[in-house]
């Protein structure tokens, strides 16, 4: 909602030709989110990218495997006695988890931390950007053993590490609230679209802003012993399993959308700025493809994403890229410790991953 001078355009690229001991220059686009959102600007950077090793083939992503069988429903008696307590926990779930977003939109807020700050105007702040990088096999083996999914792992890893951090700048905040706010696209589609097939009429991989939230809480270090860290990672699994078996996210975009048709879009903006600040962090999470890309025959070694201008002391992103997991850290410039943070986001994966090989 913010004033943009007629001059200044939604989207700027930006060369930096200095050489680093990682990649011979860096490129930057910057988007507004009044374009579109993290799968509009993944499907336009990727029509403009091609496989390095043969331009000739199209870009391959990491399959979606489901968990679920559907080999219990060949009988109906069977069918119905899952389905019935099924539909009864999605309700209550629906109904706990869309109540709790609508209090974080409005009165219920996390509590200052060592992640939060809650200064007035933290989005126009100077941030930091820091990166770590796991491998997607590594994490795969954590998945295998522990009966999860990827982004179960890669959560427990994050929560656990922050609560590392939040400990090591300040004891009492162990056992403090805060609250993860986690971006979902709602469309139903599983692969990007080209810029051409987005901007048809009946495309399901529509052109525009198409998200939702969900709230997740992070685990307390007092509620579980620094001994067990596998626990943060049943923890994200078990809380993400049941926001999944819930139409909250469904719900809360419905009432955005409605509250846009009847007050405007400023008062839809103020509602996510309210929803935001009352969360302690922002997470979000895309797919990228498996081989290495290339723009105009420049080899991409690194890819990353962040989003800047949130009301928060911290954002994670998250993006898969050559058999890699890139997790990207926006810092408040001067509150958080970046280095301390990264040196126990690293410390959480090393202990998550040794007592895995022990199950």
Not at 291 to 310: S, V, Y
Request: charged share 20%; with cysteine; hydrophobic share 40%.
């Amino acid at each position: 909602m913010e004033k943009l001078p007629k001059n200044k355009p939604l989207w700027e690229a930006h060369i930096i030709k200095y050489p680093t001991k990682n990649a011979a220059g860096t490129l930057i686009f910057k988007f507004h989110h009044a374009i579109g959102d993290g799968y509009t600007i993944m499907g336009l950077l990727l029509s403009s990218l091609q496989r390095h090793d043969d331009p000739s083939l199209p870009l391959s992503f990491p399959s979606k495997s489901s968990s679920s069988s559907n080999k219990d429903y060949n009988s109906n008696k069977l069918f119905l006695l899952k389905i019935l307590p099924k539909l009864f926990s999605i309700t209550f779930n629906s109904i706990v988890d869309f109540g709790w977003s609508v209090m974080k939109s409005t009165f219920l807020e996390d509590d200052e931390t060592p992640i939060r700050s809650n200064v007035e105007g933290v989005e126009f702040l100077p941030i930091t950007i820091s990166h770590i990088s796991f491998s997607i096999h590594h994490i795969k083996e954590i998945k295998s053993k522990l009966g999860v999914t990827i982004n179960d792992v890669i959560t427990g890893i994050i929560f656990y590490g922050i609560r590392l951090y939040m400990q090591d700048m300040d004891y009492k905040s162990r056992k403090l609230k805060s609250t993860a706010m986690a971006i979902v696209n709602t469309r139903n589609v599983k692969d990007y679209h080209t810029v051409q097939d987005m901007l048809k009429t009946n495309a399901k991989g529509v052109w525009g802003n198409h998200i939702s939230y969900m709230h997740v809480s992070v685990p307390k270090l007092q509620d579980y012993p620094i001994s067990n860290p596998l626990q943060f990672v049943k923890k994200a699994h078990n809380s993400i399993k049941r926001k999944k078996n819930s139409f909250a996210t469904i719900l809360t975009e419905k009432l955005l959308r409605m509250e846009h048709k009847l007050k405007g879009s400023e008062e839809v903006s103020k509602n996510i700025h309210r929803t935001l600040r009352n969360s302690s962090l922002l997470i979000s999470n895309m797919v990228g493809p498996m081989e290495q890309m290339a723009l105009a025959n420049h080899p991409i070694k690194d890819f990353f994403f962040t989003l800047c201008g949130l009301p928060q002391s911290l954002v994670v992103t998250i993006l898969s890229y050559m058999g890699m997991l890139r997790v990207t850290l926006a810092t408040e410039e001067g509150f958080i410790d970046e280095r301390k943070l990264v040196w126990n986001l690293n410390k959480a994966f090393e202990e998550i991953f040794h007592e895995a090989e022990n199950v």
